[in-house]
């Protein structure tokens, strides 16, 4: 009977991935075969990763690319099937009720060349709103959006639409209609 992998939970995946941006920097500045080892492996790995989509129907394509893990993945190696907008849109979707919570809107405008458009307002929520997060909510958004959309160049806010005000008609101006019976 073969024993079930132990899984790592995310924050032992994230503390791995840290560790290795730490490792591959290092190796950057050393030329010589283990880099080399890197993107070879890399490579492969991709390789297998494309092989498993090209195996999976629909449904399961869509549940890969829906893992965070995964997802992040098949962007590396250029496979992930859905496109960057709809990524970047999710993306925004995601992140629209944390910032509603403080006061703000957030909504998706659409991609415009290689740069992502979003409709923000604050809602005069600055630095000091909510605690724990990003100071910036603009660059929150960035970060999401080019983290599952790096094929992307930039986000930049777009103006809010104006929206007219309904127009005010006053009592005073609206007539009494006379029927042609009435005028007699």
Request: proline share 9%; charged share 30%; hydrophobic share 45%.
């Amino acid at each position: 009977m073969a024993e079930t992998a132990v899984r790592l939970p995310d924050p032992a995946v994230e503390a791995r991935l840290a560790r290795l941006d730490e490792v591959l920097a290092g190796l950057e500045t050393v030329p010589g075969p283990a880099l080399e080892a890197v993107r070879l492996l890399t490579e492969v790995y991709g390789e297998a990763l494309a092989r498993v989509l090209d195996l999976a129907d629909q449904p399961l394509a869509e549940r890969l690319a829906e893992d965070e893990l995964l997802g992040h993945l098949l962007v590396l190696h250029d496979i992930h099937p859905e496109p960057p907008e709809r990524r970047a849109a999710r993306a925004v979707e995601k992140l629209r009720p944390a910032v509603r919570e403080r006061g703000g809107d957030l909504e998706w405008a659409g991609v415009d060349g290689r740069v992502a458009r979003v409709r923000l307002s604050t809602g005069g929520c600055g630095a000091g709103c909510g605690g724990g997060g990003s100071a910036d909510p603009l660059e929150a958004v960035r970060a999401a959006v080019l983290a599952v959309a790096p094929e992307l160049e930039a986000v930049e806010p777009v103006a809010p639409e104006r929206r007219p005000a309904p127009a005010f008609v006053p009592l005073g101006t609206i007539k009494r209609r006379v029927l042609p019976q009435e005028a007699r």
